[in-house]
């Protein structure tokens, strides 16, 4: 699978995935190039594969143990050679609990922020964002990747949660 990032302001081609492992390894790829500070954005429908893409970056980035969702803990800290905050915000209802929990300080700590579900988020994001894109396909997924800046998130479309996605 090429994972070579496209130009910066677009989202790359997108990559088949066979299956589950195809996805975590995708996961693994995406890693070997992280450094620290660096926020992904990941967006895709239920199902389409976001925790095994996550389990396959934290294994990516050294991180042992067992990676799962943090659907009802919000956030997981994991360490490995970098430090992974892994957000799932899909049952986050407010802008304001979202900063209680420390978002913010996750952005500043010079770990690698990971949020599924993340268009609660927007309002706060800065600078530019590795989105990844999963999305479901006749047989297995695929998987856009790309730099953007957080002001041009509106025109890949992420929307604010009231807004929906639209694809």
């Known amino acids: ?89 899909y049952r986050l209802e407010s802008l304001l609990r979202l900063q209680q929990i420390g978002f913010e300080d996750s952005l500043e700590s010079g770990a690698v922020v990971l949020v599924e579900w993340p268009t609660l988020a927007l309002p706060l994001l800065r600078g530019s964002c590795l989105v990844v894109r999963l999305e479901h396909a006749d047989a297995g997924r695929r998987l856009r990747w790309g730099w953007l800046e957080a002001a041009q998130l509106a025109a890949q479309g992420f929307r604010h949660p009231d807004e929906g996605f639209e694809d």
């Open 1 to 89: 699978m090429d994972l070579r990032p496209p130009a910066m302001g677009l989202l790359g081609e997108a990559q088949p995935l066979a299956d589950l492992e195809a996805t975590r390894a995708a996961g693994r790829q995406l890693a070997a190039g992280l450094r620290g500070g660096e926020l992904i954005l990941l967006e895709g429908p239920l199902g389409a594969g976001k925790t095994s893409l996550a389990q396959g970056l934290a294994a990516g980035l050294g991180v042992t143990g067992a990676v799962t969702s943090p659907t009802f803990a919000l956030c997981n800290r994991l360490v490995g050679r970098l430090e992974l905050h892994h957000y799932d915000l």
